[in-house]
């Protein structure tokens, strides 16, 4: 069973423990009244477990954050090209670049990392100061391109979007086909992808709880690996992680709010 259907069962037995009903006594209500706190969801002694053992949440953390950043990243170097070969390439190129994208939409996120650690052997990467191990290389790899699949449709639809006669008139300034694309066309792209890219950064962060296929403990791993150690604590242990997938895509997708109001393209200035 995977880690999300045991959390999925062990969260179920956690709430039935707390609010079955007794049938010797007023009720589920009743019960529920007397074992907790009203202010407090779970058992103290429980939440205190997972105060305790933070510091090992935290180092699941700092890998799912890692994980996402980078995957982000990877796929945006990657997505980018790829939606403008789609928009203003041809031939071959154009084709294979589309191909690509078909087949990473297309295939499930598990599958893609499976293939990337154990098919295809990702090497460790020495940094100089450090390295990276093959499988959070792996995991990289396998999240970035299929963001980049993802990324490469934001930014086609994005550049499609600005009106012919921007590109145009940048030629007639005397600008080559390449400037007045990179100069005119994509910084105006850029700042209508936001939403969609806002969106694609949550789904990245969720997928990233896929990698134990491969052998990592993120965040919620290492959440699992808490409540099989003290099963009463399951739900405090959910609800904890919850609120921090919670923190994590709220503060991003303001950030991202702020900036799409900053560069918001001016009515008028574009058609």
Known sequence: MSVSGSLALAAAASLASLGAPDPTAGGALMSAAESVDWWLVGDPADWWFVVRNADYLGGGLLLTVGLTVASILLGFLVGFPAGAVEVYGDGLSKRLVETAGVVLRGTPIVVILLVMYFVLGVPQVNLGVGSISPAISAGILGLGLRSAAYQSQIFRASLSSVDDGQLEAGRAVGLSRFEAIRYVVVPQALRRSIPGFQNEFTIVLKDTSIVFAIGLAELLT???????????????????????????????????DYLGTRYAIPEGESA
């Open 222 to 256: 290492r959440g699992y690996d808490l409540f099989t150690e003290q099963t009463t604590a399951v739900l405090e242990v959910i609800l904890f992680i919850s609120a921090i997938y919670f923190v994590l895509t709220f503060t991003t997708n303001r950030a991202l």
